[in-house]
């Protein structure tokens, strides 16, 4: 996955500027049913595919929300190709190039946080195996987490900066356990 921004960031403006690339959202993962070839049966299975603007914007809406990543959305860039692009703006995290976050850090901050592993027997897509994870409680399905997607801060703190996040509304699921709530916004 990754390859889904171009990235500018700025250590003395103390920001990171994110542009999607040309008429590109990025990606969600999505519950699909497809042909069993060894049984002929239908069969769920979480897939990736290209995310809508609006589940763009969400995904960062909930990292803002649930993991206090400061995520603004900045506006629609026209590009020299006059293709539409979105544009969000991060705190640049200053972190120990010696000491970058591991996927085991990334596991422990999901566990922390409440969330499980999503058995890899449910994804279609390989290079998220192991990396996909979902909180029954609000329904929130996170993947693409990846020790790449998280910092380090100089403090040791885990940070994720970069997740692919979908919600699952209770019932939505053939494989996912039943969100006992859908997440909403905090009031604040």
């Known amino acids: 996955m ?21 008429g590109f959202y990025g990606r969600i993962m999505d519950e699909t049913r497809l042909l069993d070839p060894r049984t002929f049966q239908n069969k769920s299975r979480l897939m990736m595919r290209a995310a809508l603007p609006s589940e763009y914007l969400r995904r960062w809406a909930v990292m803002t929300d649930v993991f206090g990543m400061r995520t603004q959305y900045l506006g629609k860039v026209v590009g020299t190709d006059a293709e539409p692009q979105m544009a969000v703006e991060q705190p640049f995290i200053a972190e120990d190039e010696n000491l970058p976050a591991t996927l085991e850090d990334a596991a422990d901050f999901f566990i922390a946080h409440g969330f499980e592993r999503v058995d890899d027997a449910c994804i279609i897509n390989p290079e998220v195996h192991g990396v996909t994870w979902y909180r029954q409680r609000d329904g929130i399905l996170i993947t693409d987490a990846h020790a790449r997607n998280f910092r380090r801060d100089l403090d040791g703190v885990i940070i994720p900066v970069d997740l692919v996040i979908a919600l699952v509304p209770p019932g939505a699921s053939a494989l996912l356990p039943g969100a006992v709530k859908l997440w909403e916004p905090s009031e604040d």
């Open 2 to 22: 990754g390859g889904e921004h171009t990235i500018f960031g700025s250590e003395t403006l103390g920001v990171v500027v994110k542009h999607t690339l040309p």
